[in-house]
Nanobody, 117 residues
C-alpha cells in the first residue's frame, strides 16, 4: 500500500529552524515528483516546494531563500529544511508524490507547524 508519512512538525519561535521529513513507500519513488504543500486555517492548500528525481527544485516566492527541499533516492525520503520561520508559515504541511508516468497522486496526512511571534 502506498504511504507517505511526515514527521518533524512542532512549535517554534519566529526566526528558528525546523526540518520536516517524508518517508515514501509502496511506489517507484524515483518516478515521482515529490513536494511539500501547506494549508493554513481558512486558506487554500498551496505548493511550498517540489523536487524531481534529478534534484531540480521549485519554491513558492514566499519561502525562497528560507526553505530548502531535498531528497534521498536510496532511503526514499524527502526533507524540507525551514529556516527563518515566520508566524505566517504556520500551517499543516503535507507531503505529496505525483507520478511522472501516470495521473496518480498521493498525499500524506500532514504535520502541524506552528510559529510563534
Amino acid at each position: 500500500q502506498v504511504q507517505l508519512v511526515e514527521s518533524g512538525g512542532g512549535l517554534v519561535q519566529a526566526g528558528e529552524t525546523l526540518t520536516l521529513s517524508c518517508a515514501a513507500s509502496g511506489i517507484r519513488y524515483n518516478l515521482y515528483l515529490m513536494g511539500w504543500y501547506r494549508q493554513a486555517p481558512g486558506k487554500q492548500r498551496e505548493l511550498v516546494a517540489s523536487i524531481t528525481s534529478g534534484s531540480s527544485t521549485n519554491y513558492a516566492d514566499s519561502v525562497k531563500g528560507r526553505f530548502t527541499i531535498s531528497r534521498d533516492n536510496v532511503k526514499n525520503t524527502v526533507n524540507l529544511q525551514m529556516n527563518s520561520l515566520k508566524p505566517e508559515d504556520t500551517a499543516v504541511y503535507y507531503c505529496n508524490a505525483k507520478s511522472l508516468v501516470s495521473s496518480l497522486t498521493f498525499w500524506g496526512q500532514g504535520t502541524q507547524v506552528t510559529v510563534s511571534s
